[in-house]
């Protein structure tokens, strides 16, 4: 009956209903159950906040009752977008994350495990070794919890390691791949990210997604809130300090050997994190939602992105192709599709052959 009582103490808070006695028990029970904590800090992020002013009526709540869940689901999704303009909200929408919120304080944490696959703990594989206090897995888009309660999502295919005494006597981690940190304020012990080529990441409290694939050639930091600064493993060069809503790109050459670390830095890159204007999301956050969001990227970068999610391998048989720059947004569509969809905007042909792709100029 605690699971009941957590959705109940939670739909309290969204609607500004909730005593500091109530807020400090939800705290608990949401310690006591890591496996909803997930699920409750999911929807914090959506930043719903119901107002007492629009009560459901009767009839709303009768048909809340009968209520389509997924088709609710789909409108709650509409309906975040609306965070982007408060000032236009209407009634309708306000009422829509009414009827949507509850559906989901109803006991239907079903949403958390069927629509957002990102929050599947069960999906990690937890490897302790002498020189990590852990290693985690993600066969899929996947949501830990580390020790020091700072929230993680590992992209597909990315291993994330904690260094011993994680959480206790230091908060430095290795990533091979991509994830988004919801970093906890912690002012004693630095978060610190490790990166290949020597780059490490250090933050005190902060939202930030990295790319960093070993087989790609370059590696990305995209900073949402607070303060990150990169360190580029060389005395020479400066630390980079990034702001809010700031993308740096470090080009790296991955066919060195790791004898000079400053050789292998080829390029670096800032640039304002901007919306795709298709989905009006944020591309580089997007594969938290298994969707795939680029804009304006060249086709060279956007074949990593395919590689990647489509476990294929991409080969451009002419070079020039990797220039062009493409804009476009794909949810739970296949390779084909993708494809397909591109060639209306992009002169090019392709042939699959088993997991080889090849792509060519069709001028």
């Given at each position: 009956m605690e699971e009941s009582h957590i959705w109940d103490l939670l739909a309290k808070e969204m609607v500004g209903n909730i005593t500091n006695e109530e807020k400090d028990k939800l705290e608990n029970l949401l310690k006591e159950h890591p496996d909803l904590k997930q699920s409750a800090f999911y929807l914090n992020r959506l930043n719903i906040k119901v107002e007492a002013d629009l009560p459901l009526t009767e009839e709303e709540k009768k048909n809340l009752e009968h209520s389509n869940f997924h088709q609710v689901m789909q409108e709650l999704d509409v309906a975040q977008?609306?965070?982007?303009?408060?000032?236009?909200?209407?009634?309708?929408?306000?009422?829509?994350?009414?009827?949507?919120?509850?559906?989901?304080?109803?006991?239907?944490?079903?949403?958390?495990?069927?629509?957002?696959?990102?929050?599947?703990?069960?999906?990690?594989?937890?490897?302790?070794?002498?020189?990590?206090?852990?290693?985690?897995?993600?066969?899929?888009?996947?949501?830990?919890?580390?020790?020091?309660?700072?929230?993680?999502?590992?992209?597909?295919?990315?291993?994330?390691?904690?260094?011993?005494?994680?959480?206790?006597?230091?908060?430095?981690?290795?990533?091979?791949?991509?994830?988004?940190?919801?970093?906890?304020?912690?002012?004693?012990?630095?978060?610190?990210?490790?990166?290949?080529?020597?780059?490490?990441?250090?933050?005190l409290g902060t939202r930030f997604n990295l790319q960093s694939y070993q087989n790609s050639p370059f590696i990305e930091a995209t900073l949402l809130s607070g303060k990150i600064a990169l360190d580029l493993a060389s005395e020479e060069m400066e630390q980079i300090v990034m702001k809010p809503k700031q993308k740096v790109r470090i080009e790296v050459n991955t066919s060195l050997k790791k004898v000079d670390e400053m050789k292998q830095i080829t390029k670096i890159e800032r640039q304002w994190v901007k919306k795709n204007p298709i989905d009006h999301k944020i591309p580089e956050t997007a594969w938290m939602d298994n969707r795939l969001s680029f804009n304006n990227m060249s086709f060279g970068d956007l074949s990593y992105q395919l590689e990647r999610m489509y476990g294929v391998d991409i080969v451009f048989k002419d070079k020039k192709l990797k220039q062009y720059h493409l804009t476009g947004s794909f949810k739970q569509k296949s390779l084909k599709h993708v494809l397909e969809a591109l060639q209306f905007t992009t002169p090019f042909k392709y042939k699959k052959v088993g997991n080889k792709i090849t792509l060519e100029d069709k001028n």
């Open positions: 977008d609306f965070e982007v303009n408060k000032k236009r909200k209407s009634k309708r929408l306000k009422k829509i994350l009414v009827a949507a919120s509850l559906l989901v304080l109803m006991g239907m944490a079903a949403f958390f495990i069927l629509e957002r696959p990102l929050e599947r703990q069960s999906q990690l594989a937890g490897e302790p070794n002498n020189v990590f206090e852990e290693t985690f897995k993600a066969p899929q888009v996947t949501s830990i919890v580390l020790e020091d309660g700072t929230n993680v999502w590992l992209n597909r295919g990315s291993v994330l390691e904690c260094d011993k005494g994680f959480g206790k006597k230091n908060r430095k981690v290795t990533l091979k791949g991509e994830a988004f940190f919801d970093v906890a304020q912690n002012a004693t012990l630095p978060f610190i990210v490790s990166l290949k080529k020597g780059i490490e990441i250090k933050v």
